[in-house]
């Protein structure tokens, strides 16, 4: 019998988990199991109107990996991280609207950490307008590739950068706020990620600046295009949120990206990140 009960949404990424509780979650390792499962062939799972407690939701986490701590102090449960534009709850709210583009967490990390494994999301409260967050199977995008695209893009390397992700919302930045960007160390990753499951994927999103080698523009125009063609509506699921909604993804095969808003807005989701085991090669 499976533990879980899955429903596609689409039929590239997405399903909907139906008759499981926050309990269960947060105390049964054959369930966190499951869940992996189901996200390796789903990418993202939704578990609506859950209502997933704080704790609970770190608890769940701890079962599938090691939780990032590094933002810890913003919330008073170690392990949770408000995402709103709020900046009285979080300092760091003019970053976050540049989540408002297609991305993968994790590609110009600070110390050289592996991309996040998973990130799980709980809506707290939720926009009028807009705020919703989508999805894109950037495995399902390398797949539909020709093989003599794959043969190609599989020789191309990528630098990615703090700066050009901020730059989409902020083109016109202080001295002081570039510099600050700057001081965020860029990446060269291949633009085909071979996962050691022997599945691949796209590398792609706002931090991807420039194609190495290649002529700066004929590079981006490259970037974007392929972007374009990952993220087409036949290939996103766009979850609306209610409040109560839990939803997790596979950030290492999924792109992802928040739905603009009014900054005014009391959205809220409570964040928790499992740090990923495996770099991007």
Same mark, same amino acid.
């Given at each position: 019998m499976?533990l879980?009960?899955?429903?596609?949404l689409?039929?590239?990424?997405?399903a909907?988990?139906?008759?499981?509780?926050?309990?269960?979650?947060?105390?049964d390792?054959l369930l966190?199991e499951?869940?992996?499962d189901?996200?390796?062939d789903?990418?993202a799972?939704v578990?609506?109107?859950?209502?997933?407690?704080?704790?609970?939701q770190?608890?769940?986490c701890?079962r599938?990996?090691?939780?990032d701590?590094?933002?810890?102090?913003?919330h008073?449960?170690?392990?949770?991280?408000?995402?709103t534009?709020?900046?009285?709850?979080?300092?760091s %709210?003019?970053?976050?609207?540049?989540?408002?583009d297609?991305?993968?967490?994790g590609c110009?990390?600070?110390?050289g950490?592996?991309p996040?494994?998973?990130?799980?999301?709980?809506?707290?409260q939720?926009?009028?307008h807009?705020?919703?967050t989508?999805?894109?199977?950037?495995?399902?995008?390398?797949?539909?590739?020709?093989?003599?695209?794959?043969k190609?893009?599989?020789?191309?390397r990528?630098v990615?950068?703090l700066? %050009?992700?901020?730059?989409?919302?902020?083109?016109?930045p202080?001295?002081?706020?570039? #510099?600050?960007?700057? #001081?965020?160390?860029?990446?060269?990753?291949?633009?085909?990620w071979?996962?050691r499951s022997g599945?691949?994927?796209?590398?792609?999103g706002?931090?991807?600046?420039y194609?190495?080698?290649?002529?700066?523009?004929?590079?981006?125009?490259?970037?974007a295009?392929?972007?374009d063609? #990952?993220?087409?509506?036949d290939?996103?699921?766009?979850?609306?949120?209610?409040?109560?909604?839990?939803v997790?993804?596979?950030?290492?095969?999924?792109?992802?990206r %928040?739905?603009?808003?009014?900054?005014?807005?009391?959205?809220?989701?409570?964040?928790?990140?499992v740090?990923?085991?495996?770099?991007i090669?």
């Open positions: 499976s879980l009960t899955v429903n596609k689409t039929a590239s990424v997405g909907e988990v139906v008759g499981v509780d926050s309990d269960r979650l947060a105390n390792d966190a499951a869940v992996l189901a996200l390796e789903n990418g799972l578990f609506p109107g859950l209502h997933l407690d704080p704790h609970a770190v608890a769940f701890r599938l990996g090691e939780i701590h590094s933002s810890d102090g913003h008073p449960v170690a392990g949770i991280y408000p995402v534009l709020d900046k009285s709850k979080n300092a %709210a003019a970053y976050l609207r540049a989540t408002f297609w991305h993968i967490d110009t990390p600070t110390n950490e592996p996040q494994k998973a990130t799980v999301l709980s809506a707290l939720v926009a009028e807009g705020g919703g989508e999805f894109a199977n950037s495995y399902r995008a390398y797949e539909e590739l020709t093989d003599q695209e794959k190609r893009l599989e020789s191309l990528v990615h950068s700066e %050009a992700s901020q730059r989409r919302v902020t083109p016109d202080a001295p002081e706020e570039l #510099a600050r960007w700057r #001081a965020r160390p860029t990446h060269e990753h291949p633009l085909v071979t996962h599945r691949k994927s796209l590398v792609l706002a931090s991807a600046d194609v190495v080698g290649m002529n700066l523009e004929e590079g981006r125009a490259l970037l295009e392929l972007l063609r #990952a993220t087409s509506a290939k996103v699921y766009s979850h609306k949120w209610s409040v109560g909604d839990t997790i993804w596979d950030n290492r095969g999924v792109l992802h %928040a739905v603009p808003y009014d900054p005014n807005s009391p959205r809220e989701m409570l964040r928790t990140t740090l990923g085991d495996e770099q090669q």
